[in-house]
């Protein structure tokens, strides 16, 4: 069930959008976002969990028969923040006279370009990816993008984390609604590792469910998932003041140090290994050094994101894209390096995402502005061989905003990775992504030991109506005529109240929950039983 509304048209983009006040807003609004996020009030795995002992989820048959088979397969996404301008990461040497013509100051000359066909190169300055394309490890998609382009980094980064249409507002995330799937009580049950880890990324919502819960570990830096690595925790809670204001710091550090119930896991899969190689200096290296180590150390999370920012090139692209595609070449070469030395390089799938691309004629300030269309790189030796998928961008036949045109839909790639990498039932992706995409050929094969066999229990839809800050009730749709319990618990995990348990019919049902004298303002969460089927969502009481 998603969360989701219709906004209105998009305003079309034009310069005042480009730059200016309208530009900054839309910084301010990501920024903003960003923050309540990282605090934790927009909801998240850190508030919802809190102390909640670790419980390996039996419950769901799905979640169970990835337990029992092959669960090796991993996706990382990169994620490279602020548009990264793709047409000087694959250069179309077809044309290079336009692309020469629209882009005078900041095209790729010839000389610097390196050939990855008759068609498309990419910048010397990427050379460590060379012989990942050689070895057939290495794919490019064209064209990549949506209907309707926003321009906003802000929206379209939503649109890409929510798999939504360009006119829906929808806040849970792709990979969220995936997870939750897999784990549908999640929040009082939840599994014994970390279902995902994202760095660097705290502001993008791929991965909050629809109960808007983020189902992952999020940290803001590298440096922050290093610590929690090294020493089981963020904060040292030992070395403080002896006065008030150490007992105030502990306590502060100790409530931190909490929420990160996964901390033991990821120590422990830290531990387990070690780093071989020499990452490039950078963030990126940074985030892949520790993600390798955490994969090699047999963690088990199947879902990573990194991050990193700095593509958003309205102004001096040639002194900082060059720099940015080249940390992401030697980083990704040297991640899978690392990883070849466990024998994982097979098992890891990679994949660039950005919110949009450049537009292909530079503007005055030596960059380029908000655009559409960008090519879409993967890698890999599950990808079975190099190559391109899609339709050539054309640089003869621009759109209305005079950008490249979109020929695949983002949420194609989306669907042939969950399918074809993760071994996600068909079915199952068409519901998380809301319709069924048209799957690519990207060389991807779900093996026999790799499928997932289980059949999961009937889900339970559910939603929450509040009649007033302290009274909501909870509505909920039953498959089949079955035993039920709706219980509710506070944030420790204590139960507060058992709100119905017994038999119902099939159809739609209720129960109230209205907040008695003894109970604190807070959050709050409820539980459905029903069957085989368990169902979870927090609840917020005001008094």
Same mark, same amino acid.
């Given at each position: 069930m998603h969360n989701h509304n219709k906004i209105s048209k998009n305003l079309p983009i034009g310069s005042a959008l480009e730059h200016g006040e309208a530009h900054e807003r839309d910084h301010q609004q990501w920024s903003r976002r960003s923050f309540l996020q990282t605090l934790g009030i927009t909801g998240g795995m850190s508030v919802m969990l809190g102390n909640f002992p670790i419980q390996a989820l039996m419950s769901s048959p799905l979640a169970f028969a990835l337990n029992q088979g092959e669960t090796d397969r991993v996706l990382v996404l990169?994620?490279?923040?602020g548009g990264n301008d793709g047409q000087n990461m694959i250069i179309p040497v077809f044309d290079y006279g336009t692309y020469q013509s629209l882009r005078p100051t900041i095209r790729v000359p010839q000389n610097e370009i390196l050939s990855l066909s008759n068609e498309f190169g990419m910048p010397n300055t990427m050379?460590?990816?060379?012989?990942?394309?050689?070895?057939?490890?290495?794919?490019?998609?064209h064209s990549v993008g949506y209907e309707d382009q926003s321009l906003s980094h802000f929206r379209s980064s939503d649109i890409w984390a929510s798999a939504s249409?360009?006119?829906?507002?929808?806040?849970?995330?792709?990979?969220?609604?995936?997870?939750?799937?897999?784990?549908?009580?999640?929040?009082?049950?939840?599994?014994?590792?970390?279902?995902?880890?994202?760095?660097?990324?705290?502001?993008?919502?791929?991965?909050?469910?629809?109960?808007?819960?983020?189902?992952?570990?999020?940290?803001?830096?590298?440096?922050?998932?290093?610590?929690?690595?090294?020493?089981?925790?963020?904060?040292?809670?030992?070395?403080?003041?002896?006065?008030?204001?150490g007992e105030q710091l502990g306590y502060m550090r100790a409530v931190t140090n909490s929420t990160f119930i996964y901390a033991t896991a990821i120590k422990d899969a830290y531990d387990a290994s070690s780093t071989q190689v020499t990452y490039p200096v950078?963030?990126?290296?940074?985030?892949?050094?520790?993600?390798?180590?955490?994969?090699?150390?047999?963690?088990?999370?199947?879902?990573?994101?990194?991050?990193?920012?700095?593509?958003?090139? &309205?102004?001096?692209?040639?002194?900082?894209?060059?720099?940015?595609?080249?940390?992401?070449a030697d980083s990704v070469k040297v991640f899978y390096d690392d990883l070849g030395f466990a024998d994982k390089a097979k098992d890891v799938l990679s994949m660039t995402i950005s919110e949009f691309g450049r537009r292909p004629e530079q503007n005055a300030s030596g960059g380029c502005d908000h655009g559409a269309a960008a090519p879409l790189m993967l890698f890999g030796e599950g990808l079975n061989g190099?190559?391109?998928?899609?339709?050539?961008?054309?640089?003869?036949?621009?759109?209305n905003n005079?950008?490249?045109?979109? &020929?695949?839909d983002f949420r194609q790639i989306y669907a042939t990775v969950l399918e074809n990498w993760l071994c996600v039932d068909a079915n199952t992706v068409n519901a998380v992504l809301g319709q069924n995409f048209t799957r690519l050929n990207l060389g991807l094969a779900c093996s026999a030991t790799t499928a997932v066999n289980g059949v999961a229990a009937p889900s339970i839809k559910h939603s929450v109506r509040y009649i007033s800050s302290q009274q909501v009730v909870i509505q909920y749709n039953l498959p089949s005529a079955t035993n039920v319990r709706v219980d509710v618990f506070n944030l420790l995990g204590q139960p507060v109240s058992t709100l119905f348990n017994g038999y119902q019919l099939a159809g739609e049902h209720q129960v109230e929950f209205a907040a008695s004298g003894y109970l604190a303002s807070g959050q709050y969460f409820y539980r459905i039983q029903a069957g085989q089927s368990i169902a979870s969502q927090s609840i917020r009481i005001v008094r």
């Open positions: 990169i994620r490279l923040k050379a460590a990816l060379q012989p990942l394309w050689s070895e057939g490890n290495m794919k490019v998609v249409e360009p006119d829906v507002i929808d806040d849970s995330g792709w990979l969220g609604r995936y997870l939750q799937s897999l784990y549908p009580d999640f929040l009082m049950n939840p599994p014994a590792i970390p279902p995902a880890i994202q760095i660097g990324g705290v502001g993008n919502q791929a991965f909050i469910d629809t109960n808007n819960t983020n189902i992952s570990v999020s940290v803001n830096e590298p440096n922050e998932l290093y610590e929690i690595a090294q020493n089981g925790q963020l904060y040292d809670i030992n070395n403080l003041p002896d006065c008030l204001y950078g963030s990126l290296g940074r985030q892949l050094a520790i993600v390798a180590r955490l994969i090699k150390g047999n963690l088990g999370t199947k879902l990573y994101m990194v991050t990193l920012d700095g593509f958003d090139t &309205h102004a001096n692209q040639n002194n900082v894209q060059p720099r940015l595609l080249k940390e992401v190099n190559g391109f998928v899609g339709t050539p961008p054309n640089w003869q036949d621009f759109d005079g950008n490249l045109k979109y &020929h695949t």
